[in-house]
């Protein structure tokens, strides 16, 4: 089987059923294990974010779609090159891959036509299924099935742990600094299972953008920084571009020191096997008196700005 992928969990969920040998090209964004590095690369993102906040970020991905740009670009020769049985894709988020229906134009063309699976998930048991799904895509049906018991299993005793904690904090999830977005699909979910309530979102809906006001009136007494893209060192030094507004202040969480900063990127924004890490996470993060030990400190710290 020669697998390509073009999102970074979809690679995460080849390298958990044992075909990571069998991946023939991935994503620049793919960088998880650390063996992926060996995989040629086959996509390329044509709006440049490094070194760059957030904001800026922004502000050059509106740009583009706003020109009616792609935010990404499939090598076709590269991918030629490949000759993939199965490319595993995505239609949830137009700035996080190539478009599946970019996708679906360039494998029609290749000499070797490909099989095409998108992933599209939106709440918990969305990306359990996904896993299912690349497992019976790329003949690893068993694996798969064992991955999603033992994740199904570590799933079930947090939820056996909280389900009669008797404060459920409200807590907010932040995926983007500049501007304000809220994380939505699975992360409320994984809110409600780690013994907490969302403040703002709802679980299966997307994430959206939000006004500080609305922030301050829905008064998290929690709140976790995990913007989507960004692993910890950024997040910690993007911080300040959030917690020193005016406003900031005024959330219950900042007045009780309960901010956190997340690994987004690993833990949260990517729906693969370390979703389950990043309930674990949470779980400690609102009920430390239950889950006692901490995440590492390259995963989650306590914001301390």
């Known amino acids: 089987m020669r697998i390509v992928s073009f999102l970074p969990a979809a690679t995460e969920i080849c390298y ?4 990571g040998g069998e991946l ?15 995989v040629p690369v086959v996509s390329r993102a044509l709006v440049d974010s490094d070194g760059k906040t957030s904001a800026e970020t922004s502000q050059g991905v509106g740009e583009a779609l706003a ?3 792609a935010l990404y670009e499939v090598d076709r020769e590269k991918l030629e090159e490949a ?10 988020c137009e700035v996080c891959a190539p478009s599946v229906a970019d996708v679906r134009a360039i494998a029609t063309r290749l000499t070797k036509k490909p099989r095409v699976v998108s992933l599209d998930p939106h709440t918990l048991k969305d990306v359990l299924e996904n896993i299912e799904a690349v497992g019976k895509a790329c003949g690893s049906p068993v694996a798969a099935r064992s991955v999603v018991e033992d994740l199904r299993e570590r799933i079930e005793r947090v939820a056996f742990l909280t389900a009669r904690v008797h ?3 409200k807590t907010a999830c932040i995926e983007w600094l500049e501007p304000l977005f809220m994380a939505g699909h699975w992360v409320p979910e994984l809110v409600e299972f780690a013994g907490g309530i969302d403040a ?6 997307r994430s959206r953008r939000i006004e500080p006001k609305d922030l301050v009136l829905a008064a998290p007494e929690v709140a976790v920084l995990m913007p989507c893209g960004f692993h910890l060192e950024r997040t910690r030094a993007e911080a300040p571009a959030l917690t020193t507004k005016p406003w900031w202040k005024d959330l219950p969480a900042a007045r009780a020191n309960r901010v956190w900063l997340a690994d987004g990127s690993a ?6 096997p370390r979703i389950v890490d990043g309930l674990e996470i949470l779980a400690h993060i609102l009920h430390p008196e239950i889950f006692s030990r901490a995440p590492a400190s ?3 710290v306590p914001w301390m700005g």
Do not use: M
């Open 16 to 19: 958990a059923l044992g075909l």
């Open 24 to 38: 023939v090209g991935v994503s620049p964004e793919c960088d998880y294990p650390s063996a992926v590095k060996e």
């Open 67 to 69: 020109e009616g740009g």
């Open 83 to 92: 000759a993939p049985d199965v490319i595993l894709t995505q239609g949830l």
């Open 167 to 169: 404060e459920r904090p």
């Open 200 to 205: 703002v979102a709802k679980r299966g809906e």
């Open 267 to 272: 833990y949260f924004s990517r729906p693969g």
């Open 298 to 300: 390259k995963d989650a």
